[in-house]
């Protein structure tokens, strides 16, 4: 190996372990710990200058206390819990409003594709923060959807629905629908329509063609899109803390109000632990999706 | 081509109202005289007059700017190296475990990165600052830029890099004069996008932040928790305003670019 190629795959690779893969070293560490009054909050610190004494001595003073915490405090696991549930449910209400757009795109004339297709990455460019704020005045008590609602008699009195788990959902899909619909067109444009027309040939009807040909060539797509949308939205931070109420129970929001209210950043570690447990699996998962698709692609 | 049924017709008019009425309605409201967000007081841009006033926001997006130019900076010669390495980067020892490095903050939850990062620069640094927030946002940044450039990287033919080092082109020679022109765009468009994640991050920011580094979107977070209101609504619209010029610009170009081409291959033949 000459020295030009160590240094162009050095550079980001060290980049990557010291920023990446050390910090995960340490909140495991931390996590291990207990929690001390002190400047950093918490104990023991490594002091190398103990040589392997002070090593030994420091290890055997790591437990799993802050995980013993975890499972038997219930306000954890249910966080747990409801993120799963929230995150099911928002990936599936994502997929149930992207698929059919999706489906539209692809079939829309060639000279409208480019067009309907800046108009779903545009919201992606624009600020995550602003475009989940911008529901704040919409599903509010005196907001614009209640506005128009009394306003046409649907209703007599306002609907609460901001600081409810529904406008959580409402958020997610909203935010998350261009990771859907993305992954879900580029594998409907590529479909072949001859293959449909050969399934409508062969004596199928237009909904049955649909059924056995589109739906199961669009899996790659589905797979991706899910994932990209279950991952993120299993942590989701802003979403449950600007438009969920006090009773929606997100482990993301768990996560920042330990360490920002409580200060307590052991438990905060031995949380972000167990988040990063549950989601290792979709993760890996996922990179293998891509992977097949990379290759399948060449 | 066929025209669009009336189901895909209806289907993408409810899709795209869902993706844009929001933004129309709090543009709508920026511009709405009374501090009461939902009642109508007259056409007024005098939120847009305050706004620029306000110290705290203002200092906030110089802030913000000069982290997203250096994180812009510093992802994108990170993520292209990243790139270039991941397909043309033959084996190598710890390849798996760096292209897992290389995806995994793309779907790694912002809290998760956020702590873990803290933890790391309160035993490096001791304190906090926009220097460990430019760090925080390089290391997440450059995912997207290595994907963006690994992308192009696989499409483009590879027989030109070999006809120029047959040609007697050393590999950095050929990397910089055949290369890098052919993947530019991708590099571009890798740095807009770090630069528009890194303007857009607000959880990460939060976490490796110390005093006098506070960022637009910290400081849009703690004013909006209170509720609506109408001076978070102008700088929205603004930011909004900024993003669309900018992507319908790019789009444009690339659009003028696309007919030219399809212009020259008719004079070829």
Redesign the interface.
């Known amino acids: 190996?000459n020295l030009?190629r160590l240094i162009?795959?050095g550079?980001?690779?060290t980049?990557?372990?010291l920023?990446?893969?050390?910090?995960?070293a340490?909140?495991i560490k931390?996590s291990l710990s207990d929690p001390a009054i002190a400047i950093?909050p918490y104990s023991p610190t490594l002091e190398l200058s103990g040589g392997w004494a002070g090593l030994k001595a420091f290890f055997s003073q790591l437990d799993f206390e802050n995980f013993t915490f975890l499972t038997l405090d219930p306000l954890y696991y249910t966080a747990y819990l409801s993120s799963l549930k929230i995150a099911t449910i928002s990936t599936l209400l994502t997929l149930g409003?992207a698929f059919?757009?999706a489906?539209?795109?692809a079939?829309?004339?060639?000279e409208w594709r480019?067009t309907?297709m800046?108009?779903?990455?545009?919201?992606f460019?624009?600020?995550?923060?602003?475009?989940v704020?911008?529901?704040?005045?919409?599903l509010?008590k005196?907001?614009?959807l209640n506005?128009i609602l009394l306003w046409l008699g649907i209703i007599d009195e306002p609907l609460t629905i901001l600081n409810t788990n529904t406008a959580v959902y409402i958020g997610i899909v909203?935010t998350y629908?261009p990771f859907m619909i993305l992954p879900i067109y580029s594998t409907l444009e590529k479909l072949d329509l001859s293959l449909i027309e050969a399934a409508e040939d062969l004596g199928c009807t237009r909904t049955s063609a649909f059924w056995l040909v589109t739906v199961p060539l669009s899996v790659p797509g589905v797979v991706a899109g899910c994932?990209?949308v279950f991952?993120?939205a299993?942590?989701?931070?802003?979403i449950p803390?600007?438009l969920g109420g006090s009773d929606t129970l997100m482990i993301?929001k768990v996560?920042?109000e330990e360490?920002?209210s409580n200060r307590d950043?052991p438990v905060?570690?031995a949380v972000?632990v167990i988040?990063?447990a549950i989601?290792i699996i979709p993760?890996i998962l996922?990179?293998r999706n891509?992977q097949k698709q990379?290759e399948g692609?060449? | 081509?066929k025209?669009?049924?009336w189901f895909?017709?209806t289907?993408?008019t409810l899709?795209?109202a869902?993706?844009?009425?929001?933004?129309i309605?709090?543009i709508v409201?920026s511009f709405n005289g009374g501090r009461?967000?939902?009642v109508w007081a007259g056409f007024s841009t005098k939120w847009y007059g305050t706004l620029f006033h306000n110290e705290a926001f203002l200092d906030a997006a110089w802030v913000t700017i000069r982290v997203a130019v250096a994180t812009a900076t510093l992802a994108t010669i990170?993520?292209t190296?990243?790139g270039?390495?991941l397909v043309r980067?033959g084996r190598?020892w710890?390849r798996t475990l760096?292209s897992?490095?290389?995806?995994?903050?793309l779907?790694?939850?912002?809290?998760?990165l956020g702590?873990?990062?803290l933890?790391?620069f309160?035993?490096m640094f001791g304190s906090m600052g926009m220097t460990t927030i430019i760090?925080?946002h390089?290391?997440f940044a450059?995912c997207y830029v290595?994907v963006v450039v690994s992308s192009r990287l696989?499409s483009f033919d590879k027989s030109l890099e070999e006809a120029a080092s047959d040609l007697g082109a050393t590999?950095?020679d050929t990397f910089m004069s055949v290369t890098l022109p052919i993947i530019f765009p991708a590099v571009l468009s890798g740095w807009l996008l770090a630069f528009?994640l890194s303007?857009?991050d607000?959880?990460i920011a939060?976490?490796v932040t110390g005093p006098g580094a506070t960022t637009l979107?910290i400081k849009?977070?703690s004013a909006?928790?209170l509720?609506?209101s109408p001076e978070?609504?102008a700088l929205?619209t603004i930011?909004?305003g900024i993003?669309?010029v900018?992507?319908l610009t790019a789009?444009l170009i690339n659009?003028r670019k696309v007919v030219q081409r399809l212009k020259d291959e008719k004079t070829a033949n």
């Open positions: 190996m030009r162009v795959i550079i980001p690779f980049w990557l372990l920023f990446f893969l050390v910090p995960f340490i909140v931390i950093p409003v059919p757009m489906y539209g795109m079939r829309a004339p060639e480019a309907l800046m108009l779903v990455i545009l919201p460019w624009t600020s995550f923060l602003i475009r704020y911008s529901w704040m005045g919409i509010g005196e907001g614009f506005m909203y629908l994932f990209l991952i993120p299993l942590g989701e931070f802003v803390s600007l993301g996560l920042w360490f920002f950043w905060a570690s972000a988040l990063l989601l993760i996922f990179q891509q990379l692609d060449q | 081509m025209k669009l049924s895909n017709l289907t993408l899709g795209f869902f993706l844009y009425i929001p933004m309605v709090l409201y009461l967000v939902t990170l993520g190296l990243a270039y390495v980067g190598f710890g760096f897992g490095m290389a995806y995994a903050p779907v790694m939850p912002d809290v998760i702590l873990s990062l933890l790391l309160k035993v760090l925080a390089t290391t450059m290595s696989l590999p950095f528009t303007l857009d607000l959880v939060s976490f979107p849009i977070y909006v928790r509720g609506v978070i609504n929205s930011m909004i993003v669309t900018g992507v789009s659009k």
